[in-house]
């Protein structure tokens, strides 16, 4: 069992920056591959980053080269610098973990960014 728990959002004008946080609870937080997601008003939620347990990245086309997805599996969390922020990133940023063998899935109770133009 794992529980998810985002920090880090909050209101910021266009083209500043913000840094989200997941604190995982349990054991084994290095074997599960890490993402964040995002969901917006009306929207599908959607993967904005993912970083596997081997340390490999994927990004939504549309924040590569803005948003950094990071691990530190001695304090269970993984992060989210999100740079060069606009007014369409904003949403609920949900974060989820993925165990690679069984595919039990997680997720926190997610973190809302605002982004104002």
């Given at each position: 069992q794992v529980q998810l728990v985002e920090s880090g959002g909050g209101l910021v004008q266009a083209g500043g920056s913000l840094r989200l946080s997941c604190l995982a609870s349990g054991n084994n937080f290095g074997i599960y591959d890490m993402g964040w997601y995002r969901q917006?008003?009306?929207?599908?939620?959607e993967l904005v980053a993912g970083?596997?347990?081997g340390g490999s990245t994927n990004y939504a086309d549309s924040v590569k080269g803005r948003?950094?997805?990071s691990r530190d599996n001695a304090k269970n969390t993984v992060y989210l610098q999100m740079?060069?922020?606009k007014p369409e990133d904003t949403a609920v940023y949900y974060c989820n973990a993925d165990h690679p063998f069984t595919r039990r899935n997680y997720w926190g109770q997610g973190t809302q960014v605002t982004v104002s133009s």
């Open positions: 917006a008003p009306g929207k599908q939620r970083i596997v347990r948003f950094t997805i740079n060069s922020l």
